[in-house]
């Protein structure tokens, strides 16, 4: 084995092939490998960043998992109340992997102003809420704080505050409809104490923050009423099973449904990129693969007598083909080292600079997020790999038929 591997070595060593017919063939198959591993490396990573980023844009805004009265209303606005007091509540105890579970109440209005006026849907949450997660989005300003008294101070998208010529610490006139009596709307006067920019116009449009008291003061709801609650996973990975888990716990009365679910647009256009993804790996291990088979059949021709002189010398067929896999190895190895540096290092450059830009209107980031595992280079690598090595045993397989007589005498 060591001297099959020398001879590989000398292959790619010697002057003599690198001015040889060989040459830029083998330039071209290194360049192939390098550009495909880079390609491989840029579409999984931004694929799965922008996956894992828009998925965790809609969990802080929604948790994974949103249980509600049983009711055929399908909107954000939450009109039958739900007892608080619930065997699943503060804790699912007979389900693992719920992270937490927060009530919440929503409640349709309208934001009015001397010169224009805009529909919002008012999200009451309490003390509880794990507003962690959208302290990431928060451009200005500060998250509400809730006490035993009911807070007046609410969060407010960067979008509906420039629509409306809103800033820090403005008074927000808040009018909402009764569902009873006479149709004179209840007014309430809320303080801006923060502005967020999700990037996902479904949110920045409609929803503002704020004390759930006041959800249950509008409809007339007990202390112990809320909207629904959200439940918060520690892995997402899992939402699909925990969601039927979950559903088959609660009792009839009550309904769940998960985020997939619930924006089903959004995690169907999701689910798109990981076609995409594996299209485009498939597309670059096969022009590697084929520009690795032309090379390795050049080298074995161009070789055709240093073969049928190692044939004479006793040496079998399996062991000269290992000679030119060998070759083929290191040329694949070369190739693979060049385009990962060049693709972490642009990956790397992305994600700590953000240089690309998106459209926020259509991508819901305003830059290319990056997600760069390790499980996935080195899985991308070992697969490039152990598949152009497995196709290249075929076009190998032409140096069993060269005749030792008949190759020495090539020329």
């Given at each position: 084995?060591?001297?099959?591997?020398?001879?590989?070595?000398?292959?790619?060593?010697?002057?003599?092939?690198?001015?040889?017919?060989?040459?830029?063939?083998?330039?071209?198959?290194?360049?192939?490998?390098?550009?495909?591993?880079i390609?491989?490396?840029?579409?999984?990573?931004?694929?799965?960043?922008?996956?894992?980023?828009?998925?965790?844009?809609?969990?802080?805004f929604?948790g994974?998992?949103?249980?509600?009265k049983y009711?055929?209303?399908?909107?954000?606005?939450?009109l039958?109340?739900?007892?608080?007091?619930?065997?699943?509540?503060?804790?699912?105890?007979?389900?693992?992997?719920?992270?937490?579970?927060?009530?919440?109440?929503?409640?349709?209005?309208?934001?009015?102003?001397e010169?224009?006026?805009?529909?919002?849907?008012?999200?009451?949450?309490?003390?509880?809420?794990?507003?962690?997660?959208?302290?990431?989005?928060?451009?200005?300003?500060?998250?509400p704080?809730?006490?035993?008294t009911?807070?007046?101070?609410?969060?407010?998208?960067?979008?509906?505050?420039?629509?409306?010529?809103?800033?820090?610490?403005?008074?927000?006139?808040?009018?909402?409809?009764?569902?009873?009596?006479?149709?004179?709307?209840?007014?309430?006067?809320?303080?801006?104490?923060?502005?967020?920019?999700s990037?996902?116009?479904?949110?920045?449009?409609?929803?503002?923050?704020?004390?759930?008291?006041?959800?249950?003061?509008l409809?007339?709801?007990?202390?112990?009423e809320?909207?629904?609650?959200?439940?918060?996973l520690?892995?997402?990975?899992?939402i699909?099973?925990?969601?039927?888990?979950?559903?088959?716990?609660?009792?009839?009365?009550?309904d769940?449904?998960?985020?997939?679910?619930?924006?089903?647009?959004?995690?169907?256009w999701?689910?798109?990129?990981?076609?995409?993804?594996?299209?485009?790996?498939?597309?670059?291990?096969?022009?590697?693969?084929?520009?690795?088979?032309?090379?390795?059949?050049?080298?074995?021709?161009?070789?055709?007598?240093?073969?049928?002189?190692?044939?004479?010398?006793?040496?079998?067929n399996?062991?000269?083909?290992?000679?030119?896999?060998?070759n083929?190895?290191?040329?694949?190895?070369?190739?693979?080292l060049?385009?990962?540096v060049?693709?972490?290092?642009?990956?790397?450059?992305?994600k700590?600079?953000?240089?690309?830009?998106?459209?926020?209107?259509?991508?819901?980031?305003?830059e290319?997020?990056?997600l760069?595992?390790?499980?996935?280079?080195l899985?991308?690598?070992?697969?490039?790999?152990?598949?152009?090595?497995l196709v290249l045993?075929?076009?190998?397989?032409?140096?069993?038929?060269?005749?030792?007589?008949?190759?020495i005498?090539?020329?």
């Amino acid at each position: 084995m060591k001297l099959e591997y020398f001879i590989a070595k000398r292959l790619v060593t010697t002057k003599n092939h690198k001015s040889s017919v060989s040459a830029p063939i083998i330039k071209i198959a290194i360049t192939a490998i390098a550009l495909g591993i880079i390609m491989m490396l840029v579409s999984v990573a931004t694929g799965l960043g922008l996956k894992h980023k828009i998925r965790d844009k809609i969990s802080a805004f929604s948790g994974h998992i949103v249980i509600t009265k049983y009711d055929s209303n399908t909107t954000d606005i939450t009109l039958k109340p739900i007892e608080l007091n619930q065997k699943f509540y503060p804790h699912f105890e007979n389900i693992e992997g719920v992270s937490k579970v927060q009530p919440f109440a929503s409640k349709a209005g309208i934001i009015r102003t001397e010169n224009a006026f805009e529909g919002i849907i008012y999200k009451g949450v309490t003390t509880e809420y794990q507003f962690d997660d959208i302290a990431e989005y928060l451009e200005q300003g500060r998250l509400p704080v809730f006490t035993e008294t009911m807070s007046n101070e609410i969060l407010m998208s960067t979008y509906i505050a420039n629509r409306l010529g809103f800033k820090l610490g403005d008074k927000v006139n808040t009018y909402f409809m009764k569902d009873w009596g006479n149709k004179v709307p209840n007014i309430r006067q809320f303080e801006l104490v923060g502005l967020y920019n999700s990037g996902l116009q479904q949110f920045d449009e409609n929803i503002i923050i704020g004390d759930l008291r006041h959800v249950q003061r509008l409809n007339r709801w007990a202390e112990n009423e809320v909207g629904g609650f959200e439940v918060i996973l520690k892995n997402f990975d899992e939402i699909e099973t925990k969601g039927s888990e979950i559903y088959l716990n609660l009792p009839s009365t009550v309904d769940s449904k998960t985020i997939v679910e619930k924006y089903e647009n959004i995690f169907g256009w999701l689910d798109m990129f990981d076609f995409n993804i594996k299209v485009i790996i498939i597309i670059m291990i096969a022009v590697a693969s084929i520009n690795m088979i032309v090379a390795l059949l050049v080298l074995i021709l161009e070789r055709t007598q240093m073969i049928g002189m190692l044939k004479a010398l006793g040496a079998t067929n399996w062991s000269v083909r290992k000679i030119f896999l060998y070759n083929a190895f290191y040329l694949i190895g070369k190739g693979l080292l060049y385009g990962n540096v060049i693709g972490l290092g642009l990956l790397f450059l992305q994600k700590y600079t953000g240089i690309i830009k998106l459209d926020p209107t259509s991508y819901y980031v305003r830059e290319a997020p990056v997600l760069i595992r390790f499980s996935d280079v080195l899985l991308l690598n070992l697969g490039v790999v152990v598949i152009a090595m497995l196709v290249l045993l075929i076009p190998s397989y032409l140096i069993t038929k060269i005749s030792p007589v008949k190759a020495i005498r090539y020329d």
